[in-house]
């Protein structure tokens, strides 16, 4: 298995909804991360956790809370969001936590607020 | 402060030829440089990498070259297929810092 799974592809929320974004991979990659990438920009970092642990957070706001339940997996909760926050939320794994080799990346939940 | 750009948002090349997509960066500290591809819908592929101790690294039809003095890459592929066609993000790190910093891309059309 060499793909980061992201789920769902799509998501409509209310700004009052309480939602999470999913993301797995199984290729023992040890260093996870959250993109956020917003129309005709690059993707913009947001997190990353190595070895299961926070070690950088962007300075998002706390309307996005970031968790990594095991080394396989990570989500993103979403709570009280607003329209500007809609954008393509990709995450990424890497090999180490240096992204030595590359980062692999999912194909992204295109997050829409209403 | 955009610390990687890419300048050109659009290239279009004839199929069979080469394709020469330019990126720059202002962070001296940066000393490893990827390339992705992006598919519309898809996430971003990891096509090529560099470190900054070496100025040309090759796989296949993907050629990246780095000047360091000028702080700029290309992305070189030879012969461009229309399968090539997609937006090419350039990124670049300091290795440790865990944080990629990409360029705005630019869309490769191949034309038949």
């Known amino acids: 298995d060499t793909e980061v799974t992201q789920t769902p592809k799509h998501l409509v929320m209310g700004m009052t909804n309480k939602k999470s974004l999913k993301c797995e991979q199984h290729m023992g990659h040890r260093a996870m991360y959250w993109y956020k990438q917003k129309a005709k920009k690059p993707p913009e970092l947001m997190f990353v956790y190595s070895y299961e642990k926070l070690s950088i957070n962007e300075s998002v706001p706390s309307r996005f809370s970031p968790e990594c339940p095991n080394s396989s997996l990570l989500n993103l909760h979403l709570h009280a969001l607003q329209p500007e926050d809609s954008a393509l939320y990709l995450c990424?794994?890497?090999?180490?936590?240096?992204?030595?080799?590359?980062?692999?990346f999912g194909s992204g939940t295109r997050l829409t607020v209403v | 402060d955009q610390q990687v750009k890419q300048n050109s948002p659009s290239l279009s090349v004839q199929e069979g030829r080469i394709s020469i997509l330019n990126c720059d960066y202002t962070n001296s500290m940066f000393d490893y440089f990827l390339w992705y591809k992006k598919y519309p819908a898809e996430g971003p592929t990891f096509l090529i990498s560099?470190?900054?101790?070496?100025d040309k690294n090759e796989d296949g039809r993907f050629t990246v070259f780095l000047n360091k003095s000028a702080k700029h890459l290309s992305l070189h592929i030879v012969p461009s297929q229309p399968g090539d066609s997609a937006v090419y993000f350039c990124?670049?790190?300091?290795?440790?810092?865990?944080?990629?910093?990409f360029g705005q891309g630019t869309r490769l059309t191949i034309n038949p």
């Open positions: 560099i470190s900054s101790i070496k």
């Open positions: 990124a670049a790190t300091v290795q440790g810092a865990q944080k990629l910093v």
């Open positions: 990424a794994s890497s090999q180490d936590s240096q992204g030595n080799y590359g980062y692999t």
